[in-house]
T-cell receptor, first 112, second 114 residues
């Protein structure tokens, strides 16, 4: 049974780097690992996506080890506006297709 | 570029009724996914449609069904509503490719079942 787990919450201060890890076993070998940010009463918003190794964009980095059983979202120099829930999203095999599973979510609280 | 839109914004139904939720995908996207998000929990994958065919399904009973139209808009139908169906229903669109391609989410429809 596929399980995708994250820490329930994390605290940080403005300007710090934050790393959030998602553990995911039995994910599809041919699909992305993706991270989303969600604010209250809004739909999730895409942050970053990758297959393996390291991906970096203008807002975050994503580290994926070779076995793809985990991934780590890195947010450099967080600000108060980064306070939100962060989810990983993976695809897992399900019969002839894959299905998508969100992680349990991590509430990041950034303090001044 | 028009983003993902959903209608209605809010809906109140009673147990046993049927409901239809609608989603218009972002311009240029041909894939639509639906999710259920209960209060305080993460989104749960219901199903995905690609070019009018179901392309993947989560662990939801058959009373959750969907359609995708030639213009790539989509409907989610839920029959025989139960109290536990109360949730935020999210639609997301993406371009063709792997099921986990970058998705753009709409604001959701808040369904309350009494």
């Amino acid at each position: 049974l596929a399980k995708t787990t994250q820490p329930i919450s994390m605290d940080s201060y403005e300007g710090q780097e934050v790393n959030i890890t998602c553990s995911h076993n039995n994910i599809a070998t041919n699909d992305y690992i993706t991270w989303y940010q969600q604010f209250p009463s809004q739909g999730p918003r895409f942050i970053i996506q990758g297959y393996k190794t390291k991906v970096t964009n203008e807002v975050a980095s994503l580290f994926i080890p070779a076995d793809r059983k985990s991934s780590t979202l890195s947010l450099p120099r967080v600000s108060l506006s980064d306070t939100a829930v962060y989810y990983c999203l993976v695809a897992v095999p399900s019969g002839a297709t894959n299905k998508l599973i969100f992680g349990t979510g991590t509430l990041l609280a950034v303090q001044p | 570029e028009t983003g993902v839109t959903q209608s209605p914004t809010h809906l109140i139904k009673t147990r046993g009724q049927q409901v239809t939720l609608r989603c218009s995908s972002q311009s240029g996207h041909n894939t639509v996914s639906w999710y259920q998000q209960a209060l305080g929990q993460g989104p749960q994958f219901i199903f995905q449609y690609y070019r009018e065919e179901e392309n993947g399904r989560g662990n939801f009973p058959p009373r959750f069904s969907g359609l995708q139209f030639p213009n790539y808009s989509s409907e989610l139908n839920v029959n025989a509503l139960e109290l536990d169906d109360s949730a935020l229903y999210l639609c997301a669109s993406s371009q063709a490719g792997e099921i986990g391609n970058e998705q753009f989410f709409g604001p959701g429809t808040r369904l309350t079942v009494l």
